[in-house]
Nanobody
Framework: QVQLVESGGGLMQAGGSLRLSCAASGLTFSRYAMIWFRQAPGKERELVAGISWSGGSTRYGDSVKGRFTSSRDNVKNTVYLQMNSLGSEDTAVYYC???????????????????WGQGTQVTVSS
């Protein structure tokens, strides 16, 4: 049974940093690209970051470029999202998702993800 468990969310003041983690089990982690999405109340789901199976390719949403960094540890079956310079606009539920692929390009279309985590809330106070 595949499980994705996000952690690291919480309440942070504007300008601060958080690191989210997404731990996967029940699959061969290194065969999957990992993507972070987020959804704020009343807004559509938004791409945050994606990282290829090897970690060699990444993609970022325009709103987080230069502030967020995605990385992965294929030994620990975990992907990370380092979030710096947080602002109130970053308040959302953050989800990790997996896409089976050995391609270096990162497919970030939500309807093509194979598995989703349950989400973790990030709240940034101004």
């Amino acid at each position: 049974q595949v499980q994705l468990v996000e952690s690291g969310g919480g309440l942070m003041q504007a300008g601060g940093s958080l690191r989210l983690s997404c731990a996967a089990s029940g699959l061969t982690f290194s065969r999957y690209a990992m993507i972070w999405f987020r959804q704020a109340p009343g807004k559509e789901r938004e791409l945050v970051a994606g990282i290829s199976w090897s970690g060699g390719s990444t993609r970022y949403g325009d709103s987080v470029k230069g502030r967020f960094t995605s990385s992965r540890d294929n030994v620990k079956n975990t992907v990370y999202l380092q979030m710096n310079s947080l602002g109130s606009e970053d308040t959302a539920v953050y989800y990790c998702a997996l896409k089976y692929t050995r391609l270096s390009a990162v497919d970030t279309a939500p309807d093509r993800m194979d598995y989703w985590g349950q989400g973790t809330q990030v709240t940034v106070s101004s």
